[in-house]
């Protein structure tokens, strides 16, 4: 009897043995598994949004800007269904930047712009229909002046494009604040055989959240092009007009949109000191 004690005692020995070992290769399995698990940081470079490229060192400042000007005069200019057009107008508006590197391939800034428009349009007629049930509309003067002036916060990570540290793109993450001033003068009949006019005076202020990504390449190396545009924006505008210094109106808007913003197409050098 007391052999076959023995004997059991042996066998659950021998079992207990031969299940460990069986344990062991799957502990060890599981082990480099978890080792071959990349961490967030790892699996943020795999797919591309870090990089060991220096492409914009810690440290370093960033000035650039854009400026552009265009105009416009039209002398009996047709377009659709507007005839006889007499109009003369500019457009110029200029936007410096400075940013910081705090960090490698990342910088913070601040942007400003300015912004002024005139449109002086003299004549132009509306037609629809023709004969006597048509309906004509006429413009003889209408003359308006326009100042913007935008301050921006923005966020720029930028992700290297192979290892020649000459191009990037980047996902500009921006904070604006726009005021205007507007300013009209039109004609509004004649009264007693004057001519009346009439007047308006508006002002607003606004906010916007938006995503401007892009890409820069470097021209030497100091030099950089940027081209950037728009693709989603939140904002907010709040206009306060006064016509004929007597009357007074206010309109409120928002607006989100995920979209290409073609208007927010921008074009500009910077220097990396």
């Not at 060991?52 to 370093?60: I, L, S």
């Not at 990342?106 to 400003?112: S, T």
Request: hydrophobic fraction near 40%; proline fraction near 3%.
């Amino acid at each position: 009897m007391k052999k076959f004690y023995t004997l059991i005692l042996l066998l659950a020995t021998t079992l207990c043995a031969v299940a460990q070992e069986v344990d062991r290769p799957e502990q060890s399995t599981q082990a480099e598994k978890s080792a071959m698990q990349p961490t967030p940081n790892e699996a943020r470079k795999l797919r591309g949004f870090t990089s060991d490229t220096n492409f914009v060192p810690k440290g370093q400042w960033i000035f650039g800007g854009t400026a552009s000007y265009s105009t416009h005069h039209n002398n009996g200019y047709k377009l659709a269904i507007i005839d006889d057009i007499d109009s003369e107008g500019y457009t110029v508006k200029v936007s410096p930047m400075i940013a910081y590197a705090p960090w490698k391939n990342m910088a913070v800034g601040l942007r400003f712009s300015y912004g002024r428009s005139m449109l002086s349009l003299d004549n132009a007629a509306l037609a629809f229909g023709e004969g006597d049930t048509g309906i004509n509309i006429n413009v003889d003067f209408y003359h308006q002046v326009k100042h913007s002036y935008t301050g921006t916060l923005f966020w720029r990570p930028y992700i290297p494009l192979g290892h020649t540290n000459r191009f990037a793109i980047f996902a500009e993450v921006q904070l604006n604040f726009t005021t205007s001033q507007s300013k009209l003068v039109a004609e509004d009949g004649i009264i007693d055989g004057h001519q009346n006019y009439r007047g308006r005076y508006a002002n607003s202020f606004g906010g916007s959240l938006a995503l401007q990504p892009g890409i820069v390449a470097f021209l030497t190396n100091n030099t950089a092009i940027e081209l950037s545009i728009g693709v989603f924006g939140i904002g907010y505008e709040k206009t306060n007009q006064v016509r004929n210094q007597i009357e007074k109106g206010s309109v409120v808007s928002s607006d989100m949109n995920f979209k290409v913003n073609l208007l927010s197409i921008g074009f500009g050098f910077s220097f990396y000191l």
